[in-house]
């Protein structure tokens, strides 16, 4: 009787330790996402790189941890050589980590569009037309990570945005040219339907139609692309980039308000 009463007592310990353990997670968690919304880059990665420590081989951490890192290089100073090393460094820490999330969990979507973030900002910083491989693997994530469907509609709507983005930006280049590189895939025009899904899909993100009206404006869709930029400045900021994106909204619906 007292061996089944300890046996009993010894499980009963062992929940309740899971269970402290995986509210701690979750704890870390919110607080990474709460600093995130904030715009606070540093607190939410310490909150995240924290829970790593504790929780290692987490997933939900490591598309986080590679997330702060995007940001954290984002606002790296870029004047000098060394200063650009510096910043190639944190965008390559963070692929390390989405990498390892994709490992992790290879059924889940955030964890593919957070490697395709993390591999275009890596291709813009090097040039998208000198890392045409990485350009494919940025299409490929998100492709992988709208396949599978996951994630609710932030995560859904931002994949096909990515996508977009990809489209659009390799698509700026001469067709013949980049065919020689293997990007011929590239369409302005499947940029332009894949940022209706996005929209479609998370209908408050302004940056979504920041880009959607430039891609609108490339195929001589004026007023199509004002409309998309009129949506864009009654939208809250949930980026902090949305600022620089609606001074380029501006400066854009200025060249075209007359078109």
């Known amino acids: 009787m007292k061996k089944a009463a300890l046996i009993f007592g010894l499980v009963l ?7 402290l353990r995986a ?17 606070n880059n540093q607190a939410s990665l310490d909150a ?21 890192y995007v940001k954290i290089a984002d606002h790296m100073p870029s004047s000098t050589g060394d200063q650009k090393d510096a910043q190639l460094a944190v965008y390559t ?19 593919y569009l957070r490697r ?5 900002k890596i291709a813009l910083f090097k040039g998208v037309f000198s890392v045409a491989g990485v350009v494919k ?9 709208i396949a599978l469907g996951n994630g609710g509609n932030e995560i859904q709507g931002l994949c096909h945005y990515i996508l977009a983005r990809t489209h659009a930006k390799i698509s700026e280049k001469w067709k013949p040219a980049r065919s020689i590189l293997g990007l011929g ?14 929209i479609a899909l998370y209908p408050d993100f302004l940056m979504f139609y920041v880009d ?12 199509e692309a004002r409309a998309a930029l009129e949506k864009a400045f009654t939208l809250p900021k949930k980026d902090d980039g949305d600022d620089e994106r609606l001074a380029e909204a501006r400066k854009l619906y200025e060249e075209i308000k007359n078109e």
């Open 13 to 19: 310990i062992s929940f309740f330790a899971a269970e």
């Open 23 to 39: 509210q701690s997670l979750d704890d870390l968690l919110k607080e990474s996402d709460k600093y995130y919304f904030q715009f």
């Open 48 to 68: 995240v790189l924290k829970a790593d420590k504790k929780f290692p081989n987490n997933w939900e951490v490591q598309w986080r941890i590679s997330r702060g």
């Open 93 to 111: 820490k963070a692929l390390n980590y989405a990498d390892n999330a994709v490992k992790l969990a290879g059924d889940k979507s955030v964890n």
């Open 116 to 120: 395709a973030i993390a591999n275009g």
């Open 137 to 145: 693997q940025v299409r490929d994530d998100c492709e992988k990570g």
């Open 185 to 198: 895939w590239a369409d302005n025009e499947v940029a332009i339907e894949e940022y209706k899904k996005a």
């Open 212 to 223: 959607y009206a430039i891609s609108l404006e490339r195929e001589d869709m004026y007023k």
